[in-house]
C-alpha cells in the first residue's frame, strides 16, 4: 500500500461574503477536491490541541500522529534541524522575520505592515541577515540565514518561556502590546530595535524601494523552543516516507521523525512556485520503495496572511490540480491511498491561524461512493465524523483509534 498525504496549508476559513458567503474551499473550482468527498471519507479533525496557539507547527506535528502535548517543544527548533543547525540543552532557538514596519514614530509605536517584508528573496535577505549578524551577532547570539523572510536566532542560555507574538497575527497593527515580555525580552527587544537603525540604509532595502518592495526595515522575534525529540515515524507506523515542502518548519519535522527531506528546485511557499514538479518528486520517491509521501503547500496560509481573496482561491485550485495530477499517475500502483486536508484554517478576516477544526478526505484506490459531498467545511462537518488531530494518522493507516 501506497500513502500520500497531500497537505494545504491554511485552506480552510469562514463564510465570505464576497462569495455568496461560501468559503473559499466553497467558491474555488475543485472537481478533484470534490471527487475524493464523494466517493471516500470526510470528516473533521481538530489538529490544534485546547491550550495551544494555531500554528502549522502544533497542526502538522498532529497530522503526522505526534500528539503536541507529548512533542511539541516550540516551532523555532524545528527548524533549526531543517538548517543543520545543532542546538546544545542550553541553546534556545527563535524564529527571527525580516518585516516591514511604518517608517516614522518611535519603534514601540510603529505598525506591523507587512510580516514578511514584501515576500523577500533568499538572496536578498541572505544579505541582510549577514549585515545584522555582524553587528549583533555575538557568542551567545547567533543569526543564521534560512528561507525568504525566515530566519533564526540560537541564544545560547536564553529564555524560553519570553513572550513573543508572531508577526503574521498582528498585520495593520501598532507593535507596543506585542513586543517581548518577561524575563530576557529587553534583550531580544533592544536587538530589534537596534536592526531598524542600520537596516533601512542597506543597499538592498535601497534597491527594493526603487522598484516599489516594501524594505526589510527590523527583526521580529517569536516561535522560541528548545530541541526536540520524536520518536520514529517508521517506528510508529511501519513505513518508510519523505516530506516535500518549501519551509524548513516542515522539512524539521520531516527530519525529527526520521523521514527523508526531498530537495527541489523552484518551491516558494506562495503561489508562485513548482508545483508540478513536487507532485512528480511524490510520485518519483514513491516509484523508488518509499510507503509514504507528505506534500506540504504553504501557498493557500500565505495569501491568508496577506487578505488576499483571490490569491487564496487560486492557490486552492493549484492544490486541486495537484491532486488531480496524483490521481492520475498513481493508478499504476495496485493500492494506494490518499488523504486530503489543510492543517489549520487561516482565515482572510483575521489574515492569522484559527484554532478550528478541518475538513479531512480520505479516498483508498478502488472506492465508489457517488455521493453527492463536496470538499469543503460544511459537507466534512455534516458527516458528524470528528477526530484529534493527532489520531488522524492511525485513521488513515488502519491502526486502531
Not at 525566515?150 to 518561556?161: E, I, K, Q, T, Y
Request: charged share 20%; with cysteine; proline share 5%.
Amino acid at each position: 500500500m501506497k500513502y500520500i498525504i497531500l497537505l494545504g496549508d491554511g485552506m480552510a476559513d469562514k463564510n465570505i461574503a464576497e462569495l455568496g458567503e461560501k468559503t473559499p474551499l466553497q467558491y474555488a473550482n475543485t472537481p478533484h477536491m470534490d471527487y475524493l468527498a464523494a466517493n471516500g471519507e470526510i470528516g473533521m479533525a481538530g489538529t490544534v490541541p485546547e491550550g495551544f496557539q494555531p500554528g502549522s507547527d502544533v497542526a502538522n506535528l498532529s497530522v503526522l500522529g505526534y500528539n503536541p502535548r507529548e512533542y511539541y517543544t516550540g516551532r523555532s527548533p524545528l527548524e533549526a534541524v531543517s538548517m543543520g543547525i545543532e542546538l546544545d540543552d542550553e541553546d534556545v532557538a527563535y524564529r527571527c522575520n525580516l518585516v516591514t514596519l511604518s517608517e516614522k514614530g518611535k519603534y514601540e509605536e510603529k505598525t506591523m505592515v507587512d510580516y514578511s517584508a514584501d515576500e523577500i528573496t533568499t538572496a536578498e535577505s541572505g544579505q541582510l541577515i549577514t549585515e545584522v549578524s555582524d553587528r549583533l551577532g555575538s557568542g551567545k547570539l547567533k543569526f543564521y540565514a534560512g528561507f525568504g523572510f525566515r530566519h533564526l536566532l540560537v541564544w545560547n542560555g536564553g529564555p524560553a518561556s519570553v513572550k513573543l507574538t508572531p508577526p503574521h497575527d498582528i498585520s495593520g497593527r501598532v507593535i507596543t502590546p506585542y513586543l517581548p515580555a518577561g524575563k530576557g525580552s529587553e534583550v531580544l527587544f533592544n536587538l530589534m530595535k537596534e536592526s531598524s537603525t542600520f537596516l533601512p540604509a542597506h543597499p538592498v532595502n535601497g534597491k527594493r524601494s526603487e522598484t516599489g518592495a516594501r524594505p526589510a526595515n527590523s527583526i521580529w522575534f517569536w516561535g522560541q523552543g528548545k530541541r526536540p525529540a520524536l520518536p520514529k515515524f517508521q517506528d510508529k507506523y511501519g513505513l518508510s516516507g519523505s516530506v516535500i515542502s518549501a519551509v524548513d518548519l516542515i522539512k524539521g519535522i520531516g527530519i525529527c521523525a526520521g523521514l527523508d527531506v526531498v530537495k527541489l528546485e523552484g518551491v516558494t511557499g506562495t503561489v508562485h512556485t513548482n508545483y508540478r514538479g513536487k507532485v512528480r518528486a511524490a510520485l518519483e520517491e514513491l516509484h523508488n520503495g518509499k510507503d509514504f509521501v507528505y506534500i506540504h503547500v504553504e501557498a493557500p496560509d500565505a495569501a491568508g496572511h496577506r487578505g488576499e481573496l483571490d490569491t487564496k482561491i487560486h492557490a486552492i485550485e493549484m492544490v486541486d490540480e495537484m491532486l488531480g495530477m496524483l490521481l492520475k499517475e498513481l493508478d499504476c500502483f495496485e493500492r494506494y491511498k490518499v488523504m486530503l486536508l489543510p492543517d489549520h484554517p487561516t482565515p482572510l478576516h483575521t489574515m492569522t491561524h484559527s484554532s478550528n477544526p478541518v475538513p479531512f478526505a480520505v479516498f483508498t484506490k478502488g472506492q465508489q461512493k457517488n455521493c453527492s459531498r463536496t470538499f469543503d467545511e460544511k459537507s466534512a462537518a455534516a458527516t458528524g465524523l470528528y477526530l484529534a488531530g493527532h489520531t488522524l494518522m492511525d485513521y488513515f493507516v488502519d491502526h486502531k483509534i
